[in-house]
């Protein structure tokens, strides 16, 4: 079997180098050409027999045309070539070698790309996963209980003086105002800003002057 399968053949290289050869010399030159070609480096033994049976001719037939044939070959060293025939296999050998090598390049690239992502998921893989730090939810201050030691500030003061009360009134609201929820066990006693609750203490004893401590307590729960 041939090295290469396919024998180039330029036609019109052919035709114009052998308008001169009837159909069965045709046949002869071309199945020189393919046992060449088929040959190791394209090279055939110069021996009368052996050509005639590639040509699948008799002795005789061969040497009445072989005058005509052997013009297209060179004799040397025992051997017979066509130099065109030559040129061609190193030819196809150049080119098979490039494209053998670029089928290597190309399979080498596919393989460090593989090679590259596989890296990458083992990396990902052993990689420590994130934890999320859950957040902690800061529960809302409900409030404290008035102590005994809380007392009346100079903001709540003036607050209750603009309020239209005299200083001894103002040091009684403050008196009444803690016993009142010092003296108180309901949920209701726990307050976030006692100032604040002190001047809504205020302004319900604007709106009812001459009730008891408790009526205005109830209107601040």
Not at 49 to 76: D, G, M
């Amino acid at each position: 079997m041939a090295q290469f399968p396919a024998l180039p053949l330029f036609t019109d290289a052919y035709l114009g180098d052998t308008t001169h050869l009837t159909t069965i010399e045709h046949g002869t030159y071309l199945l020189l050409l393919m046992a060449a070609w088929r040959s190791k480096d394209c090279k055939l033994p110069d021996d009368d027999k052996l050509l005639a049976r590639y040509t699948k001719l008799s002795n005789a037939q061969w040497q009445r045309i072989k005058p005509i044939i052997i013009p297209f070959f060179t004799i040397e060293n025992g051997f017979i070539f066509q130099l065109r025939l030559l040129d061609e296999l190193d030819t196809v050998k150049r080119l098979t070698m490039q494209r053998s090598n670029a089928g290597k390049a190309s399979a080498l690239k596919r393989k460090n790309r593989q090679s590259t992502s596989v890296a990458t998921e083992e990396q990902r893989d052993l990689a420590p996963t994130p934890t999320l730090t859950p957040i902690k939810k800061t529960k809302e201050k409900k409030g404290e209980r008035i102590t005994k030691e809380w007392c009346l500030q100079e903001d709540n003061i003036s607050y209750a003086k603009d309020k239209g009360f005299m200083n001894g009134q103002i040091q009684d609201l403050g008196e009444s105002f803690k016993d009142y929820w010092l003296a108180d066990s309901t949920p209701k006693s726990h307050k976030k800003d006692w100032d604040a609750a002190f001047r809504t203490w205020v302004r319900n004893a604007v709106k009812f002057q001459g009730g008891n401590n408790d009526e205005i307590g109830d209107r601040i729960r």
